[in-house]
């Protein structure tokens, strides 16, 4: 900061104090972010190093327009609609999809037949997997043998047959995690046991997705 003195000169009376203090805050601040970028790149390596370990365990066979892909979790096979072609690559294990028109329904074949080659890899190296959360007193989750047995209020238990396909894991009262190698499958059996008490907008009470964003009400009030 500039001062005046008596005779008019102007004194530069620094007021490092504050200022070395802003310094010193700035830099933790950027130290801890460099930090926590450094722990985010270091997981990231490592699960990149974890997956790229799965998918070199996956193979790939294509006979015609039936695809087989065998990995660490099981194998999984589906046919291709015939408005795509598949060439596999054996040395490098490589798939690709090509259109066979130039067409708006072979376009979009062809995007989906991508996405699914690509879901059945993932499902046959890592999975996957929906978690679902309880909230509300007295509603809660356990398993009788392989199947799922709810409590959510009602006159009686809700018992879910577990497909074949699925595994089921309670892993509180309060928390359930549907895993297995079909994405669809897992998705559909996550909402069928979230349709048994969805999330109710006042209270929040019911079966949500885990991370879900509940659109909440503002309750009545009496006068």
Known sequence: MAFLDNSGDIIIDAVLTDTSSDLKNLNKDVSDELNKLMTKEKY???QFAALSADYREVKVKLEGQKISVD????????????L?????????QQLFIEKTQDTRLSQALFG??????????????????KRLTITGVGYRAQ???KDLVLNMG???????????ELTIQVESPTSVVVSGMQKDMVGEFAAKI????????????????EGEIIRRKA???GK
């Not at 194998?75 to 015939?82: C, F």
């Not at 499902?123 to 997997?129: A, H, K, Y």
């Not at 048994?196 to 079966?207: N, Q, W």
């Open 143 to 145: 398993m009788d043998g």
């Open 112 to 129: 989906l037949s991508r996405t699914l080659v690509a879901n059945m890899v993932t499902g046959v190296s890592t999975g996957f997997q």
């Open 219 to 221: 309750g009545k009030t």
């Open 194 to 209: 979230r349709s048994v008490r969805p999330p109710e907008p006042y209270k929040g009470k019911g079966i949500a997705y």
């Open 154 to 164: 009602y006159s009686h238990p809700v018992k879910m047959i577990t497909p074949k």
């Open 71 to 82: 990995g660490p979790k099981g194998s999984l096979s589906r046919i291709l609609p015939s």
């Open 44 to 46: 990231l390596n490592h």
């Open 84 to 92: 795509v072609c598949c060439t596999l690559d054996e040395g490098k």
